[in-house]
């Protein structure tokens, strides 16, 4: 059979003012938009699975304020749109409401890079401890604009229920882009930072025809992030001689060698703490 099409790499592009994090696979945007543009220069609208609040249109006046089809709005004015949110409940308040319409609005958008792509598709996953146990080894060598990204090679039943599959790749952590090409042990504690409060938001891209090729070539990595039950966390750490991360409800660690030879990953942020067995 024909191989599947691979990604092709994007050409490199001046981000637009106001990135705040970016990576090859998507960035989170900040933007001031001009009285009246939010309410009546764009359109919104609900993604497939109604979780988040996406651009469906975009006037040329948005547009050069730094507003794209595709983008995910996070919040207005500092202040985080709650989860669920009905876009079109959303538009109404905007419109009635002075001081979106009268005056000068800053958002915070988060941009999929490779929407359109064909197949492609960006997703967010909320896990707790009973949806965990996910396994995410970083892939190479694929020479596709994935090489350096960790993609999920084993996800549990449990974990599948949140919509994660094989060959899926992490692309954020709560709508925070991660860093290209990160060592595994600083995955783990990015990984044991954000689930310090029992729970983690992934940000995830799904390849299309890609996902399978994808998966096959993270297996071959020498090590992997497991993101699991502090128990189950803990005997994978005892085996590898990795570090703990996380809570006592979600923990992080590496597996296989440990993550010896891939570098220590810089500073360990100060939200991270060991995870406490269960």
């Known amino acids: ?45 609900n993604d497939d699975r109604g979780l988040r609040v996406v651009v469906a249109r975009a006037a040329p006046t948005a547009r050069r304020a730094g ?38 609005v800053d958002a915070c958008l988060w ?11 960006y997703a967010v996953a909320g896990f707790r401890s009973a949806a965990a146990g996910v396994e995410w080894r970083r892939v190479a060598d694929t020479g596709d604009v994935y090489d350096g990204y960790f993609v999920a090679t084993r996800v549990p039943k449990a974990a599948r229920a949140t919509g994660l599959r094989p060959g899926d790749v992490l692309v954020g952590l709560d709508y925070e882009p991660v860093p290209a090409a990160a060592p595994a042990p600083a995955l783990a504690r990015l990984f044991g930072d954000w689930a310090a409060d029992g729970k983690l ?46 809570t006592a409800a979600l923990a992080a660690t590496v597996t296989g060698d440990g993550g010896a030879g891939d570098g220590g990953g810089g500073d360990r942020s100060p939200r991270a703490r060991r995870a406490a067995p269960e």
């Open 201 to 246: 938001l992934l940000n995830y891209l799904r390849p299309g025809a890609r996902a399978a090729d994808l998966a096959a070539a993270a297996r071959a990595a020498p090590r992997a992030v497991l993101v699991a039950a502090p128990a189950e966390a803990q005997r994978a750490a005892e085996l590898s001689g990795a570090e703990l991360w996380g």
């Open 67 to 104: 507003v794209a089809v595709g983008d995910v709005l996070l919040s207005l004015n500092a202040r985080a749109l709650p989860p669920k949110l009905d876009a079109g409940e959303l538009m109404a308040l905007l419109r009635g409401n002075p001081r979106y319409m009268l005056s000068p």
């Open 1 to 45: 059979p024909a191989a599947a099409p691979r990604a092709a790499a994007a050409p490199a592009e001046a981000e637009p003012v106001g990135v705040v994090a970016a990576n090859g696979l998507a960035a989170r945007v900040e933007c001031s938009l001009g009285p009246g543009v939010l309410g009546g220069e764009m359109a919104l609208a």
């Open 111 to 121: 941009r999929p890079k490779l929407a359109r792509q064909q197949g492609v598709a």
